[in-house]
């Protein structure tokens, strides 16, 4: 399985997919927001999403897994 790691220290602000979503490589699937900045974080590759590990409101730091791929 492939993951998606957040790239910053952040509180998870949106997202924009559900678990068994098809996403193409470039797509926004979260916006972070970091000192009043939205942040959005793009999948890296093309899949489904298998898992998604964080909530609206949830911390995140850099290197946290936010999203599992098939």
Do not use: Y
Request: hydrophobic share 45%.
């Amino acid at each position: 399985m492939k993951q998606l790691l957040s790239t910053m220290a952040g509180t998870v602000f949106t997202i924009g997919v559900s678990e068994g979503d098809e996403v193409t490589a470039g797509q926004t699937v979260l916006v972070l927001e970091s000192m009043k900045m939205e942040i959005p974080i793009e999948a890296e590759t093309a899949g489904k999403v298998a898992t998604i590990n964080a909530r609206i409101g949830d911390f995140v730091n850099e290197g946290d897994v936010l999203l599992t791929f098939e």
